[in-house]
């Protein structure tokens, strides 16, 4: 069974910058890809960034690009999001997924962690 926990998150003045914690449990993660979304008040949840835990290749949503960057730790079970030049338009509650790669088809996530709020102020 995975399981994931967040943390990392907190209250910081616009052009901060925080770094997101997502532990994950003991089994392997190679066929994985690890995703951040984001929930910020009376809105959907966001994709954010994704990694292949593999291959390591990375995307994300265009409003962070430049400013945000998602790793990994393969021994820890560890993903991480870089959060850089925050702005108030990204306080949100950030939420770590994971999912199988499947060839041929779109990433979809199974699992989720409990979300670690943050707040930019201006």
């Known amino acids: 069974q995975v399981q994931l926990v967040e943390s990392g998150g907190g209250l910081v003045q616009a052009g901060d910058s925080l770094r997101l914690s997502c532990a994950a449990s003991g089994r392997t993660f190679a066929n994985y890809a690890m995703g951040w979304f984001r929930q910020a008040p009376g809105k959907e949840r966001e994709f954010v960034a994704r990694i292949s835990w593999r291959s390591g290749r990375t995307n994300y949503v265009d409003s962070v690009k430049g400013r945000f960057t998602i790793s990994r730790d393969n021994a820890k079970n560890t993903v991480y999001l870089q959060m850089n030049s925050l702005k108030p338009e990204d306080t949100a509650v950030y939420y770590c997924?994971?999912?199988?790669?499947?060839?041929?088809?779109?990433?979809?996530?199974?699992?989720w962690g409990q979300g670690t709020q943050v707040t930019v102020s201006s």
């Open positions: 997924a994971a999912g199988r790669i499947v060839p041929m088809k779109a990433q979809v996530y199974e699992y």
